[in-house]
């Protein structure tokens, strides 16, 4: 296997620059991809993070991972990138300093905007090499994502890699136009996404899971020969709903991320700071909390409630 200039041989880990762009300092952006090769013959895994630099908890994962060589794989190869967005990791910001999304600008160009060469070199010296992989993600805008693994399960590919994470909840999740997930799938590439916790926060529940579920994934596709006891049976939802708020005001949430709720209770309410009106949100169907927002302050039309369901 070579990727760039560099020669990765059999046994060995290999850590390999790929060299972005110069910030205006001439400071260079360049993405360390860790690189280890078993001598057995096998699958290539995709383990990356930090698409959207604030969502932090993603890069700690994959930091445990080769902590602990859970990347040294005893069949195929096993590729880590623990920031993609180093700029955005760096000034605590989703994006890069244009405000483009990175995940919205694949497949990119050579010569592009910052988020575009990013997007250009995983998509060139990066995909090709993989056969499937895992994309961590966190959820954003002070909302918190309950442990899960997304892909399209119409893809019954898909499905059957989301399944072996043995995560908390797999939730159905079309394709995204310019999207990771998309230009993998243009390449024939199948990659999955884990969300949990919330952006520029641990979540040491949501780590703990995701380094669980790379263990789980790596030794259901018989790449290591053991893993953690599992946890909890994975519940499959196939329809999202997104609850918004009804007026501005104090949002006071009644439930927590991975609560069952049923038709018609009570999710919580807004309030003025005065306290002189009260709206409730109420739930329409059985499902669910796969995503809260944690903001005390909202405004109305803002997401409030992911609930999740199984029909």
Request: glycine letters at 8%; proline letters at 5%.
């Amino acid at each position: 296997m070579k990727v760039l200039e560099t020669e990765i041989p059999k046994g060995k880990e290999s850590v390999v620059y790929l060299k972005v762009a110069n910030l205006p300092t001439r400071t260079e952006i360049d993405i360390p991809v860790f690189i280890y090769r078993s001598h057995q013959p096998g699958p290539c895994v995709l383990f990356s993070a930090g698409m959207h630099g604030d969502e932090i908890n993603g890069v700690e994962i994959i930091r445990r991972i080769l902590d602990c060589n859970l990347n040294f794989v005893e069949r195929g190869t096993t590729i880590c990138i623990p920031i993609i967005n180093v700029y955005g990791f760096l000034h605590f910001s989703r994006n890069v300093p244009d405000g483009k999304d990175v995940n919205r600008s694949f497949p990119g160009f050579k010569d592009g905007s910052l988020a575009s060469k990013v997007a250009w070199n995983i998509m060139h010296h990066i995909l090709p090499l993989i056969d499937f992989g895992i994309d961590f993600h966190t959820g954003g805008d002070q909302r918190a994502n309950y442990p899960q693994v997304r892909g399209d399960f119409s893809d019954t590919n898909v499905l059957d890699l989301a399944q072996k994470t043995h995560a908390p909840f797999l939730v159905n999740s079309s394709l995204i136009h310019r999207s990771f997930r998309q230009a993998a799938y243009d390449l024939g590439k199948k990659i999955i996404v884990y969300e949990g916790g919330e952006s520029l926060r641990f979540s040491y529940h949501a780590i703990e899971e995701g380094v669980m579920c790379a263990q789980h994934f790596l030794y259901e596709n018989q790449m290591i020969p053991q893993a953690p006891k599992i946890k909890h049976q994975s519940k499959t939802l196939t329809n999202r709903s997104w609850y918004r708020a009804p007026a501005s005001g104090m949002w006071i949430a009644e439930i927590h991320e991975g609560d069952f709720v049923n038709k018609n209770q009570s999710l919580g309410y807004i309030t003025s700071p005065y306290g002189d009106f009260i709206e409730k949100v109420v739930a329409e169907e059985d499902g669910f909390i796969i995503g809260l927002n944690k903001q005390a302050v909202v405004n109305n039309g803002e997401a409030l409630i992911n609930l999740g369901s199984i029909s």
